[in-house]
């Protein structure tokens, strides 16, 4: 082979290495992307939005596994976070915060107290005006256990989270959500003005 085709072959192949191993380490200690499938979390993300994740926001993991090397505080009460879901890990779920270890969670006739005391949520939505169904609109009172959280979607009457599965392992966390990068219904409907905004 020419000298010069294999110096121009080893220059990208060491610039493809290079690349591979700070995409690596970006996504697995720095922010990862998510996209939002489903409706759960209406009106505050919508279906097709697309989101970065910070990986440090409550300390460092091993790659690939749930054992962390560098432990930070938080969540905190209103954070919304990804982690893996509890039914199936090879899944991610996005939810908010409601409960930490100690707090007392219960909803009566949709309404969410914790230790007693009534939220004012403004971000969450309801589309259906019964207050009857099990588990959805009256649960608990529970406890959330040590190193365990409650979580809930904003989009109350069709969110599947703690009401009905229970609680998620601090250690299954993958990140919290911090800014919307991209948002789109479709092709010809891309969602300008969601563009930059941080998920609060």
Known sequence: MNPRWQTMLKEY????????????????????????????MLQTLQIGDHLLVTKFAYGVKIPFTNTMIIEREGPDHGDIIVFEFPEDPSKDFIKRVIGLPGDVIEVREKKVFRNGVELQESYIQHV?????????????????????????????????????????????????????????????????ERIGQLVE
């Open 128 to 192: 259906d005006t019964s207050t009857s169904v099990p588990r959805r609109d009256n649960f608990g009172p529970v406890m959330v256990p040590e190193n365990k959280y409650f979580v809930l979607g904003d989009n109350r009457d069709e969110s599947y989270d703690s009401r009905f599965w229970g609680f998620v392992e601090r250690n299954t966390i993958e990140g919290k959500a911090l800014i919307l990068y991209w948002s789109w219904a479709s092709l010809t409907d891309i969602r300008w």
């Open 13 to 40: 192949a060491e610039a493809l290495i290079v690349a591979l191993i700070l995409a690596f380490f970006i996504r697995s200690f720095v922010v990862q992307a998510f996209k939002i499938p489903s409706g759960s």
